[in-house]
Structures are given as structure tokens and as C-alpha cells.
């Protein structure tokens, strides 16, 4: 098991290495500068904030000094100065040595370009991050809360009426966008009932009732994926052989169902939920958008319209690592699931 | 089982109960506020005067701060502002700044507006060495400023500092005479000159607290103003909100604020029309247009529309030098076929002008269309068809088929494309002329006009201060760095060159019209498509101005029962 561990690190390493080549490479190659307005800057303006932010160097150099900037922890004495580079550095833990304290500073994902260096990237993660969780969390229970229940449920009344409903739920869910969805939650359940708040910071609603129409409206979508691959893998786990094991044994129906049927089905939902949650704990860029959401997924979008290369690579890189990170636990909870699969 | 389900009523009991005392701490306290809105999503890109370029950004740095000088927002009339007089010898400007002026900051700890101090505890007030500071910020090459350019062409010295040629801001011809009397030597004097030196990136910035907190010092609790408003409080990417500023003593034309706050959510419009009709927001900035047709049925709230001004003009550029458009004959026909009525009646269907010639009427100096209903180009499709018939004598052709494929090309957007499908139809219809439709993002866009410009190419252009020079001579002299269409002529150059040095308004609107014609018709280099519109809700409750500038003065509005 510890090599198993020690191997799938080893490989998300590679996997998040060759990701940050290729979007630092591959942004520096599409056309367009940072620094392109539609009021032209000065030539000379543009070279001294090229020089600024270090893209005169040449683009191996950059990627160097990037990743440094990353990887290599700094230590600074804390004198007046130094103590406005809080927002520069992800971690910044103050250390009992000398007068005015040591600062230990590591992970700098550099500034963005938008404002010209008021806004970093890690203030950008610091501000916005917490909400996309949040939403992301939220939306994933919505989307399993309603998909499991019905795809257990269209599986047992298999080619029944009760299925041929759910599956018809399952079906509108997923032709109906949340960029549709979302305006008209937002209108019948915030503007006509006012049950719910239109937008985000909308007085006199406690804090959770903001999360409920966006949450509803991406979980929605993602709710009738789940419940198609719960329902088809139920459906060919009810024929195994072990299922009548489980009802010879003199098993409560309920208890073969719940434990037997639907642990082992859930194997290929846990598949799938792994990357979605990856990308709804990123944002959406939509959802948040129609709600006026301050969240991380816009930052996907604007970004690359700004050209605003570090926030570009710390979004990208953020979804990535969340994404090797949310695979290798599904791969662990395989084993959990089914007694079967053992890692070695 | 049943424990898990008397632990999800309890849950459920508790949320209700939440709600019920959020919904109950929600109480009036009887301040003046108004909840408005920037077109979201997306935060106020920098509040920093000398970078601030978009509206939003403006809007809070002409709030917080005035110029020397300020342009009345119904009139456009220059008005004094921080400057309360000022004269000109030659070129020379002398201003004399009103005394007593204090900086001041919101702190957030005191929960209040209070007074910046010096190292010495007297009152920080504002200086003239504070303006010549802000301005060598603005120049500074390091700086990065968009907007440099529109000061460093009106004082002497300054184009050379911004563009590096020289290292020292000395060679920028501005002086403090003393704390409150400023010399500004001007490349030209004349009627606009004073309100470019009231601009927002000319202000006045305080020195030792840009230098103190970096790049921090526009964040709420740090940012130094003197203005009628403070910032109390900017969450980014999602309000930004401003307070009255008590210390700030008004005038005749900056009043003190009647208003006690100013909020701003970032909304998309759908968002801001829902959120407007929840009760949660005043103003609508940005009405969705495919909600136009319901807003002006319904009874209340077509009462609360206004469709009022914008700087802005939207038009397609030719370039002149690629084949077939080399063609004059032929850039004629286009642009005579265009039917511009029926794009803003069936397409952009928010009130916006059909637009004659470049130029937005309303400006100071440009023509109007009473003042010159002949000027400039329209839609007529017998005159497009005789242009079209010279054209195709011009080039020794028969069909427009036998011509160069033509590409119209516009940056991607919805609104965009729906404009450009109508044009191309019309095209068509008219000539018998295919264009094919191509769009880039906005970035690639702009690297593609600006490199080699397609054939026929969408932009548009919004005042950086009110006057027709604005818009003749910085975006289409043959020197000016926005003029991608590779025309040039001598005679326009001369007619805007001619008309900046003339002090009289009539004088100069005639030059500027002849300008337009030869560039909308004689020589046809563009074709103006429309003049925007600025489509707002307002709730009733609220007295307000209706700005013809593109910003908003909120010291000027009330709030009513």
C-alpha cells in the first residue's frame, strides 16, 4: 500500500509538472499582450512594465524564476517594509528570532497583471477560493442528494412508470443548463416568492440561504448524470450471483439493497464524482456569473481575456492539483467500496 | 433511523429559526443610501487615478477626489473645482487652489472619516505640490498609465518624460508658485485645455501614503481622498460602497453630499434587473435589451426608464489599403447601404441614434444633427448602387463577385454579431456583395487591428473628455496611433489642426464638419453605424441627475421616502 501511495505521488508530481509547462508555454503563445488596450500604451511604457513583471527574459528563464517563486521558501527580518508582502505569499509564519521577528514566506504565485500589481494571485486564491468550496460542496450534495435516491429507485422499478420518471428528471437535468435553470430559480424563487436571496449579499437572509438556487441550479445538471450511472450500475449489480447469496442468507430486503446492491454500484459514481467535484470547488464560471457570485470561476474566463498570465497558471494549476488529488482519493476509496481491490 | 430523523428535524427547525432572525435583522436605520450597480461580472479593475481606465474605476476616483477642474454632468459646462479660479497668459496656465482642502481616509477601526495628519499632527490639506506629485506619477513610464497620453499631449515636456526620452520629470512644464498656486506650461491654450487638467488621472495624490503602503494603498481603510465621498469598503469582485466625506466643505458646484452612502454591487444586467425588482438594487446601469419590450409594456416600469446619453460611437473601419476597399467608390456603396435605423429599431432596439458621422452630437464643437442634417452619410441604396456602378468601372469589372473575397471582422460578442449578420444581409441585398463574418476574442482582436486590420473592421470610441478634438484629431489625424484604416489625408489634418487654435465654438463646429464629411463620405475611410445610448431604471424614490458625461455626481442626489 505505502509503495502504491509513493507511486501515485510520484506520478501526480509528473502530471502537474507537465501542466504548468504546457500553460505557461501555451499562454505566452496565443496572441495578444497583457498590455494590449484598446487605448494603446507607449512602446516605451510597455517594455518598462515587460521589465517589470520579468517577460522581457527569455521564457525558459521565466518559467525558472516562476516556479522559484513557488517552490523556494524565503526568509525576511521583519522590519516595516516586509510586512506588506503578507498577500505576495501563501504562507507567512512569523518566527521568534531577532528583534523585529523572521518571517518565514514560501509560495509567491506572483501578481496579476489587471491594476497593474494592486491584486495577487494568492489574495485572488485567499478572497475567492472559500466561496467556490462552499458552493462547490453545496452543489455536489445537491447533485448526489438527488441522484443516487434516483437512480436506486429507477433501477429497482426497472421499466416502470416510477423509472421512466426519473430517468425523464435525469434527462431535463441535463438539457437544461444552469445558464437557464439559474434566471429562472432566480426569478420565480428570489424575485416573485422572495424566499431566497437574488443576489449574493442581499440583507436580511442568513448566510447559507445564498448557496441555495446556485447550488440547486449546478447541482441539478450533475444530479442526472449521477442518477443514469447510478441506475446502470445498479441495474447489473442486481444480477450477481452474490445478490442471491445475500437474500439465501435471510437478509432483510432493505439490508441486501443499502449495503449489498448499492455500496458496490456506487463504484463508477465514485469515478465520476471525483473530477466533478474538482471542477465545482474551482467555480463556474457560469452560476457565478448569473448570481453575481464572488467566486474563483470567473478568474478561468477573465483571465484569459486579460492575458493575465499568473492568474492564469495559479487557477489552472489550482484545478489541476484538485483534479490529481480528487482522483487519487477515489482510487483509495475503491477499496473501500469493494473488499476486491487491493493496492500494492 | 429515527434518531437520524429527529436530528434532521432539528436541523430543519433551526435553519427556519435562522432565517426568521435574519429576516427580522434586517431593520432600517434611516440612513441615505443608495444601492447601485458596475456591469459585473468582475471587480473594479484599480481606483489608483493614474491607472483607472474603465468607468467603474472612474466613477470612484470622481467621487473621491476632484480635479482642478470639473465639467458640469447635465451640461458639460467646464466648472471650477478644486482650482476655484484660474487665468492664461500665452500658453501659461495659472490655477489658484481653494485652501483648507483635507485629505482624509475611512477607518475602519472608528468605524468613520477622519482627518490625515502630517508627521507633526497638523491637518493634511490638499497642496499644489500634491497635484504636481500626482502628475509625475501619471507620466512616470513605471507607472504604466493608459491614460497618459491625453495630459502629455496638452503640457510641454510631458510626452517626452512619458515616453522615456527624457529621465526627469523636470522637464515637464509644471510649477508650484507656492502651497496653493500652480503654473502649467500648455503646448496650446484653448476652450478644453483647463478640463484635461481636471481629469481624473491629473488629481492630486498624497504622496506619503502611495510611497507607505505600495501597491495596497487603494484598499479600503488605507485610500487618502479629499472629495465628497470615502471608501468604506471594497469587496472584491463583489461591492465596492462609499461614504459621505464630512470634512469635505462643498462648493457651488461639488456640493456636500445629501446622501449618507453610495454602494455598488457587480451584476451582469439580467442579474441587476432581477435584483432591481426584488427591491435589492436603485438603479438598473445596464438594462438587458432582451427585456426591453416587457419594461416598456408594463405601466411602473417603463415610469423608471430613462434612456439618456453616451459618449460612445460604434462604427466599422475600412482598411484602405487592401484590395478591394483601396476603392473609394466602393466604401461609399457600403456605407450608403447600410440601413442604420433598422438595426437600432430590430437589433440593438435600446434607443440608440443612427449615426451620421463619427463624432457623438452633444460634444462641444462637433455638429449636430439640426445644427448640419447634410453632413456626413446615410442610408441610400440608389446612391449605393451608383457608387457600386463606379466602382465596378474603377476597377475595369463587371460583378462584385470578381473582386476579393471581403471580411468583416469583429471581436466576439452576441451583440456584435447580430449587428454584423444585419450589415451583411443588407450588403447582399443591396450590392450583391457576400461579405464573409470572421471574430476574435477581444485581445487577439485588438493585436489584429492594430498589426494589419481585416478588410472591414468593427470598433468604437468613448469620450475621454467632452470635446470634438476628442474624436476628429486623437483617433483619426493621419498621426494618431487608433487610426488603423492606413488613410491619411492632408486636408483633414489641416481642418482639425486648424480648428483647435480657434476660440469660438461655432468657428470650430463648422471646421469639424467638413472634417466628418470628407472622412464619413468624401473619402470614406470609416462608416458610422450608431451613437449609443445610456439605458438606466431608476427606483421613484430616489432624486437624481441624469448624467451626460459618463459619469454619475451622487453628492447631487437625494433619497425620498
Redesign the interface.
Known sequence: MSKFVVRRVAQMILVLFIVSVIIFMGVRA????P???????????????KE?YNLDAPVHIQYLDYMGDILIPRLESGDTAAT?AE?DYLINIQLPIGEHGLYFRWMNFG?SY??????TVN?IFR??LPTSIQLGLASVSVAVAIGVPLGIIAALRRNTIVDYSAMGVAIFGVSVPAIVLG?IL??VF??EL?WF??????????Y??RFILPATALGFSSSALIARLTRASMLQVLDEDYMDTARAKGLHERRVILVHAMRNSLIPVVTTLGPLLAFLLTGTFVV?????I??LG?YFV?S????DYPVIMGVFMLLALFIVVANMVVDFTYAWLDPRIRYS | MNQVLRKSTLWILTVTLLALVGAVGAQDDGMKTVTTAFLGPGDVPSIDPSIGTDTSSIQIVLNTYIGLTTQNEVTAELEPGIAHSWEVDGTTYTFHLTEGIQWVRYDPEAGEVVAITDADGNARTVTAHDVIFGWSRTLDPETGSDYAYVLADWVVGANEYNSGEADSFDVVGIRAIDDHTLEIDAVAANAFVPSIFGMWMAMPQLQEVVEMYGDEWTEAGNYPSFGPFALKEWLHDESITLTANPFWAGNEWIPQPVIDSVTWLMLPSTAQLDAYEAGDLDVVTSVPLDAMDRIQADPVLSEELNIGYDTCSYYYGFNTAKEPLDNVHLRRALSFAIDRQSIVDNVTKGGQIPAQWFARPGLAAAPTLESHPDTGIWFDAEEAQAELALALEADGISDPSEWEQITLMHNTSEGHAKIAQAIQQMWSETLGINVEIANQEWATYLATVREDAPQIYRLGWCADYLDAHNYNSDVWRSTSSFNNTNWASEEYDNLVDTAVTLSDTEERRELYAQAENILVYHDAAISPIYWYTNVQMTKPNISRTFSVLFQDRYEKWDVGQ
Not at chain 1, 496565443?30 to 499582450?33: D, R, V
Not at chain 1, 489587471?114 to 491584486?119: A, E, I, K, Q, T
Not at chain 1, 457565478?288 to 453575481?292: A, D, K, R, S, V
Open positions: 496565443i496572441p495578444g499582450s498590455f494590449e488596450r484598446e487605448k494603446p500604451l507607449q512602446p516605451q511604457v510597455i517594455e518598462r512594465l517589470k506588506f498577500g501578481p489587471r491594476g497593474l500589481g494592486s491584486r489574495e478572497d475567492f434566471p432566480r426569478y428570489g424575485v422572495g436571496p437574488v443576489v449574493w449579499s442581499a440583507e436580511g437572509f442568513p447559507y440561504a457565478e456569473t448569473i448570481f453575481g464572488p467566486g470567473r477573465t484569459f481575456t486579460n492575458r
